[in-house]
């Protein structure tokens, strides 16, 4: 039997950028798709940016078009609202409409999903030797956000989940309040990229060699509770470190290490306690795994 | 078709008392089982109880035996320890190798799973007019344990859920240390039934009205905390409070309100907002739930 071969368009939204790119690839595929052609553009209002969407994707003749966007999202197929964003601090797209917006614009198939729960999936199929069973992706960027591939599927119940937002114990030397418009100084208020801006007044690049050990004892502090809190809750077989903030020299190995502190071989598994330089990992697809996600969508559309 | 039916046996192993029940029921069948006998024992040590489970069932011809247990279990059927208790607080029970030890005597089908995994699994199939494509259910008992029924199936990765043992930000006016031998003032550490007793030297129904007071702030703001991180985590379509603890008068009215001011109007689905108090619920089958779970393992065998 051939295969067909299919053009398929990815859109990954994030907070400061959205990248956009085309490639082909087989339905049902376990190969990675090959990227034919992609684009980044900035994020500003959801009008103006989706001109240059549908400029770039309007060059290709594309089968279906996979989404992965930053949330919150209505994800309910049978609500009113489905596809639209809600409850964002990011104000000009708060409410917005984005998939009856991107069906106006493409007759194509459409498929949308958060930006980790897309990278979770592509992660899941395409990022190891063998499925996963499950996994977890986080993004720790600008925002932190976390989505969760199992038996298959992506994990969603009356919504998807927000898990950047839950509660963590203060650092005793940690005096800032943090940034959440929502929740102050839930792990998004407190460890992300943004927060790191703002409780210094510049960005972490920037950071004297001081600051920056402050910084990482804290920010791992923060990841570390949170991490095991999602091992304890959800199981997951694999975690995946994304974002910006992942890029900062050894952070990943202090979070293994302050999550044994935290769990103190209260998780009997030698997957974990034998090998967690392969349980908490980096992304297998770099910085891609969210563009990636898109084309997952695509060819795996009963996820 | 005449459906055949079949005797199965539910175990029940907690950590203060064992329950054990007959009952008949249909495969595959969407109607709660009718108990036929049941019987209490307290929990000693794994052989005295287990030769009284055996005195109790073997009056019965049941065709499969489905057990729910605390935890932490390994529950992974490809590893050689299937089936065995590990690292339990509960010292007679640390590393009881409970599925052979059942196997040994009895020799129709047995399944197993977490005490509080086999509950969800029966309150999402039984516990509801229609079955839920999710629900959490937890137990705030002498520990602290919950389950997750996903799409058909119970939440397994790695492990199982222990998400009893999350970190909780503490209430500025508890001065409690905490209880948890491996974790001490994790969630299970704080607001168990067992940190309760150990917190003012007398069990919860003993204490006096200030006293009660004091105590249902204080828990309601370690459970409300949880159960947020739970929703943003999980998201599932319904939470369901059992265990000892819930008894106490309006506990599940605070919590549910304490749980708004958490989240901060960022969950924006009115199953939630709108009626929180059928989302977050008393189990509909009551003090049954764990003893149902184990016909609804044997009923649901795949689940």
Request: aromatic share 10%.
């Amino acid at each position: 039997m051939i295969k067909q071969r299919t053009l398929y368009g990815s859109i990954e939204i994030g907070g400061t950028k959205i990248n956009c790119a085309v490639a082909e690839t087989i339905q049902n595929s376990k190969t990675i798709p090959s990227i034919l052609k992609e684009k980044k553009i900035q994020t500003k209002t959801p009008n103006h940016n989706l001109n240059e969407i549908f400029k770039f994707f309007n060059q290709y003749n594309i089968h279906s078009l996979g989404v992965g966007s930053f949330g919150p999202i209505e994800l309910d197929k049978n609500a009113k609202n489905f596809g639209k964003i809600t409850s964002t601090p990011k104000i000009p797209w708060r409410n917005f409409d984005l998939l009856n917006n991107l069906k106006e614009k493409f007759s194509c198939n459409i498929y949308i999903d958060t930006d980790v729960n897309v990278a979770a999936l592509a992660e899941g199929k395409w990022g190891f030797e063998n499925e996963l069973q499950s996994c977890l992706y986080l993004t720790i960027g600008t925002g932190i956000g976390g989505g969760m591939f199992l038996n298959n599927k992506l994990l969603h119940g009356i919504s998807h989940p927000e898990m950047g937002h839950i509660t963590v114990k203060k650092h005793p030397d940690d005096n800032f309040e943090g940034v959440c418009p929502y929740h102050v100084d839930c792990l998004e208020g407190l460890a992300s990229g943004f927060a790191i801006e703002k409780r210094f007044g510049k960005k972490a690049q920037n950071l004297n060699l001081k600051e920056k050990q402050f910084m990482k004892k804290i920010i791992s502090y923060y990841l570390a509770q949170a991490l095991s809190n999602y091992i304890l809750i959800l199981s997951p077989n694999k975690i995946i470190l994304g974002g910006g903030v992942m890029n900062l020299n050894n952070l990943i190995i202090d979070i293994r290490s302050n999550i044994k502190k935290i769990l103190n071989d209260y998780i009997l598994k030698k997957e974990f306690n034998e090998k967690i330089d392969q349980y908490i990992v980096s992304p297998k697809l770099g910085k891609k795994s969210g563009i990636y996600g898109g084309f997952a969508l695509c060819v795996f559309p009963n996820n």
